[in-house]
């Protein structure tokens, strides 16, 4: 199976700051990436999908980038509702994988 | 309003079997890819099962030979059927779909807790 490697797998950060998660694939997955938002006791919500495209309804201070094997998720001014753990998820391969995940706690 | 409703969580023995459930409204279960994605106490997201619209299914080596994913397209729900239940398979299990096998409809998920 393909594994997603994410990091950090958590770190601190305050309002209004710009934020980058990383994920990396361990063999090329083009751009067959989502990535998700988990608060606690509830479900993921999908942010983006094909590395780069915005689900709708999600703000446009989220952005993903990258294709093969490394990839990016960007809060560009982090705001309260966003402390939340992300992850990614490949969808390359019929096998699924997710990313551990990363924390973003505040600081 | 799509919607999500997994059903069939509780405790068990270890070694017995445990089927949830997840019915769907909103959208037809047999032409989406539909998942099952579970999360352990305190852990990260773990894919289990997924099916996909022309019915192929496929596993995480964790429950493969153990887990099988189903679909009723009459009652337009999912299913995943467990069987050989370990205390690792404890978790909250999501259901989730998408028209790609991405997920932008989730369950609120059930609770699975395989114990003595």
Not at chain 1, 30 to 57: D, E, F, H, R, V
């Amino acid at each position: 199976a393909i594994r997603m490697t994410q990091s950090p797998s958590s770190f601190s950060a305050s309002t209004g700051d710009r934020v980058t998660i990383t994920c990396r694939a361990s063999q090329g997955i083009s751009s067959y990436l989502a990535w998700y938002q988990q608060k606690p006791g509830k479900a993921p919500k999908l942010l983006i999908y094909a590395a780069s495209t915005l689900q709708s309804g999600v703000p446009s201070r989220f952005s993903g980038s990258g294709s093969g094997t490394d990839f990016t998720l960007t809060i560009s001014c982090l705001q309260s509702e966003d402390f939340a753990t992300y992850y990614c998820q490949q969808y390359y391969s019929y096998l699924l994988t997710f990313g551990g995940g990363t924390k973003v706690e505040i600081k | 309003e799509v919607q999500l409703v997994e059903t069939g969580g509780g405790l068990i023995q270890p070694g017995g079997s445990l089927r949830l459930s997840c019915a769907a409204s909103g959208f037809t279960v047999s032409s989406n890819y539909m998942s099952w994605v579970r999360q352990a106490p305190g852990k990260g997201l773990e894919w289990v099962s997924v099916i996909y619209s022309g019915g192929s299914t496929y596993y995480a080596d964790s429950v493969k030979g153990r887990f099988t994913i189903s679909r009723d397209n009459s009652k337009n729900t999912l299913y995943l059927q467990m069987n050989s239940l370990r205390a690792e398979d404890t978790a909250v299990y999501y259901c989730a779909s998408g028209r790609r096998p991405y997920f932008n409809y989730w369950g609120q998920g059930t609770l699975v807790t395989v114990s003595s």
